[in-house]
C-alpha cells in the first residue's frame, strides 16, 4: 500500500535550530527571535556562545532601527551537543563552512535527528541541494535556504531543491519564510551560485572587465551602478525595469524596438580572467574608494543606508508614502 504524502511544518514552525553560530547562524538567529521564534542553537567550537551572543546583540539592534520586530517574544537556548538543538525544532537551518564533506556528514546527521516532517535547510552560496543530500536518509526533506549577506537584513532567500527533494518540502520552506517576513523565491533547476549570486556574477564580470580593459576606474564604475540603475534595482527587477522601458507598449515594444541594441552590447561583452595585472587594478582601485576606512567602518555604512532602504520600501509597501 502506498504511504500518504508528508506534509511538512510550515505554518505552525515555533522552534528553529540554528546549526553552525558564525555570522551567517548568528544573523539567523537574531532573526528568527526577531520573529517571535525559539531558536535553539549549536556550534561545534568552544567560544560558539559567546560569539553568537556577540553577533544576536548587534544584529537585534539593526532589526530594531528597522522596526516591526516582534522583540521579546523569542527565547535563545545554546546546546553542547546538536542533538539537543534539533530535538523539538520545527525547522533546522544548517550554516557550517563551505566544504562539501563537512556539511554532507553534519546534514546526515541532522537527517537522523529531525522527525520525517520537518525541513532542513542549508544557507550555502555554493553547493547544490543535490550534493548536499548525498548521504541523507530521508534526502527528500533537503532544500538550499540561501539568504544574502546580511541575512538579519536582506530579505531574499532562495529555497532550492534538489534532485531528491519533495516539492512539497520547498513549498513549505517558502511558505514558512513567507509568513516570517522574508521575500522567499523558489529556484526550479539548480545552477552553480544559484539565482542571485549568478546574476551579481554577470555583472562584476562586466565590471572588471571595464577596469582591465581601461575603459573606467574602479570607483567610477562603482558611482555609476549607486547612482544609476542600483536605485532602480532596489524598486524593480531587470524585467520590470525593461518592460518600463517600453513605454506604452511595454516589454513586448522594447523587445520589438530596442531588442537588437540589447543583443549589439551582449556581443561585446568582456570575458576578463583575474590574473595578477586585473587583481592589481582591481585592489589598487579599491583601495583608492575605500580612502583608508576600515572594513568593519565599510560594513556599518553599509548597514545604516541599507536600513534606510528597507524602511523606506516597508513604508511604500504599507501604503505610508
Not at 545552477?191 to 576606474?217: P, Q
Request: charged letters at 25%.
Amino acid at each position: 500500500m502506498r504511504a500518504a504524502p508528508l506534509t511538512y511544518r510550515s505554518e505552525e514552525v515555533r522552534t528553529v535550530a540554528v546549526i553552525g553560530c558564525g555570522l551567517i547562524g548568528g544573523a539567523w538567529a537574531a532573526y528568527f527571535l526577531s520573529r517571535g521564534l525559539d531558536v535553539r542553537a549549536y556550534d561545534p567550537l568552544p567560544d560558539g556562545e559567546a560569539r553568537l551572543a556577540a553577533v544576536v546583540k548587534d544584529a537585534l539592534a539593526d532589526l530594531e532601527t528597522v522596526g516591526g520586530a516582534q522583540f521579546g517574544q523569542g527565547e535563545l537556548s545554546y546546546f553542547v551537543d546538536m542533538a539537543g538543538a534539533v530535538a523539538g525544532a520545527d525547522y533546522v537551518q544548517e550554516n557550517a563552512p563551505e566544504k562539501i564533506a563537512l556539511k554532507q556528514d553534519l546534514l546526515q546527521a541532522i537527517d537522523a535527528l529531525a522527525p520525517a516532517d520537518v525541513v532542513i535547510g542549508s544557507s550555502t552560496s555554493s553547493f547544490p541541494a543535490s550534493d548536499l543530500q548525498a548521504k541523507c536518509a530521508q534526502p527528500q526533506r533537503v532544500v538550499v535556504a540561501h539568504p544574502f549577506n546580511p541575512p538579519h537584513l536582506v530579505p531574499l532567500v532562495e529555497i532550492v531543491r534538489g534532485g531528491l527533494t519533495d516539492p512539497q518540502a520547498q513549498d513549505a520552506a517558502y511558505r514558512f519564510f513567507e509568513r516570517i517576513g522574508k521575500a522567499p523565491v523558489r529556484v526550479a533547476k539548480e545552477a552553480v551560485g544559484h539565482l542571485a549570486n549568478r546574476m551579481s556574477a554577470a555583472l562584476w564580470r562586466e565590471a572588471v572587465h571595464i577596469v582591465a580593459e581601461g575603459i573606467a576606474s574602479v570607483e567610477d564604475v562603482d558611482r555609476a551602478i549607486r547612482f544609476g540603475p542600483g536605485l532602480r534595482w532596489a524598486i524593480d527587477g531587470p524585467h520590470m525595469l525593461y518592460h518600463l522601458g517600453g513605454g506604452e507598449g511595454g516589454i513586448d515594444a522594447y523587445l520589438r524596438h530596442l531588442g537588437p541594441a540589447q543583443e549589439a552590447r551582449w556581443a561585446t561583452l568582456g570575458a576578463p580572467t583575474l590574473d595578477a595585472d586585473t587583481c592589481g587594478k582591481l585592489i589598487a582601485g579599491v583601495a583608492e574608494e575605500a580612502d583608508g576606512r576600515s572594513i568593519g567602518e565599510l560594513k556599518a555604512r553599509r548597514d545604516r543606508l541599507m536600513i534606510a532602504v528597507l524602511k523606506a520600501l516597508a513604508a511604500d509597501e504599507s501604503g505610508d508614502r
